[in-house]
């Protein structure tokens, strides 16, 4: 009796859970029939805008963390080509600006700030397709060298554009 009582429940629990089919538990409104994404290399072509410097390996690792957080957010497969909804675009902006001066006229503090555009293709809901600009920043001491901070700076820069995207395209936030 209370082997049965056990499979009952799992029945109970699995007819729950899969008739939430289409939701996810981080907020994405993934439409009827999606199940794969593909996202293209986000070429660095920061260098070719004014005040920014060309930084090797970012468009890399930018691309690795859209992936990533799309795999860890959704139940999507992601896939090289014929993708049910495409992100591609381009890293327009990587540049470091003082942000505060001291009373000699000094930086006190920088301000590292990435701006990448991005298109976003839904082809199961057409209507959702953005072409769009996201930028954040990373600010730090002056006195510390950018090289130091980099790979913090990355993280945080790209955890807050990527989470961005993903609200834009998923969550309609």
């Not at 009582?5 to 029945?11: A, D, G, M, P, Q």
């Not at 729950?16 to 660095?44: D, M, R, W």
């Not at 990587?94 to 839904?122: C, D, E, H, W």
Request: some cysteine.
């Amino acid at each position: 009796m209370i082997s049965n009582c056990k499979y009952i429940t799992l029945f109970i629990i699995s007819l729950i859970f899969y008739g939430c089919g289409n939701y996810s538990f981080t907020g994405a409104s993934i439409p009827e029939g999606t199940k794969t994404f593909q996202v293209n290399f986000f070429e660095n072509q920061a260098g070719n805008s004014m005040g920014s410097i060309f930084e090797p390996g970012i468009d890399r690792d930018f691309t690795v963390a859209l992936q990533n957080i799309l795999q860890n957010q959704t139940n999507l497969q992601l896939v090289n080509s014929d993708g049910d909804l495409l992100y591609e675009g381009e890293i327009t902006e990587y540049k470091v600006s003082p942000m505060t001066a001291t009373s000699n006229l000094q930086a006190s503090q920088n301000r590292l700030t990435v701006g990448i555009n991005v298109r976003f293709s839904n082809f199961k809901k057409e209507e959702d397709n953005f072409e769009r600009r996201f930028t954040f920043y990373y600010d730090y001491p002056a006195e510390v060298q950018l090289l130091n901070v980099k790979s913090e700076a990355h993280d945080i820069i790209f955890e807050r554009i990527t989470q961005d995207i993903f609200n834009a395209s998923l969550a309609k936030w």
